[in-house]
Structure formats: C-alpha cells, structure tokens
C-alpha cells in the first residue's frame, strides 16, 4: 500500500466510531497508525498508548451515533492535510460538534503522526462552511 492509499476521513471514522463487536480496538490501531505514532492535539502531545485511551474514550462519548464530515482535505505522497467536522451524540446529553484542523504524516498505508487543533462549536455557532460554499 502507498502512502497515497490511506483515506484519512475513513480512517479517523474507523477509529472514533468504531465499534469494538466488529473489530476490537487494538486490531484496528494495528492496522491503521504505526508503532511509534505520535498526536499533538492543541499543543500536548500523546503517544501511542496516551492516544489508546483518547479513542477508547471518544467512542464511549459516540454511543449515541455521530460521524465526521470533510470540510476541505488535501494529500500529497507523504500526507494528508483537512478540515472536519465531527459529531459526537453521547447517550445522556446534547451532541457535541468539534472542527478541526488535522496534518496527518503517513508512512506504509497507516498514521505516523497528527497534528491537530481543535475547537468545539457551541449551539449558538453555525456549522463551519465546507470549502467548496465558502
């Protein structure tokens, strides 16, 4: 698999909304991000086992459902670079909406690294444009 092969959008939606019945966790980090993968998300940054608890996390947070939409997304030989929305509906209160701002390295097909910011959107906040209705 090239570099080039890695759908970013299908990845992260594998990994944050994914469900443990159809493939556990462990199996789907093996497949998609690297051994020594590294996260920076708003300046901390996480390693491979910090990042485990991270996804173990997001998915309790999405039992309600919630997904991901590319806003704008770039790729060249060695990476992907984007804007997204993500939706997350928890089981006991209101959806959360996050966009982000990802930089991802790939290396052999999986996730080396993730550069990311993050923002939450409130209620009050209309969804952010896609790049093509800006």
């Not at 309600?64 to 993500?86: I, M, P, W």
């Not at 997350?88 to 909406?97: E, G, I, K, N």
Request: charged share 30%; aromatic share 6%; net charge negative.
């Amino acid at each position: 698999m090239t570099d080039q092969e890695l759908d970013l959008s299908k990845a992260l939606t594998e990994l944050l909304y994914g469900d443990e019945s159809a493939e556990p966790l462990e199996e789907a980090l093996d497949r998609l991000i690297t051994p020594h993968f590294v996260q920076r998300i708003n300046g901390q940054e996480y390693q491979r086992a910090a990042y485990t608890a991270h996804v173990r996390e997001m998915r309790r947070m999405v039992v309600g459902g919630g997904g991901l939409r590319v806003l704008e997304q770039f790729s060249s030989d060695t990476g992907t670079a984007g804007r997204y929305l993500f939706t997350m509906v928890p089981a006991d209160r209101p959806p959360l909406r996050f966009e982000s701002h990802i930089f991802a390295r790939v290396e052999d097909g999986r996730i080396a690294r993730l550069v990311e910011v993050s923002r939450q959107i409130g209620d009050d906040e209309k969804e952010p444009p896609a790049a093509d209705s800006a």
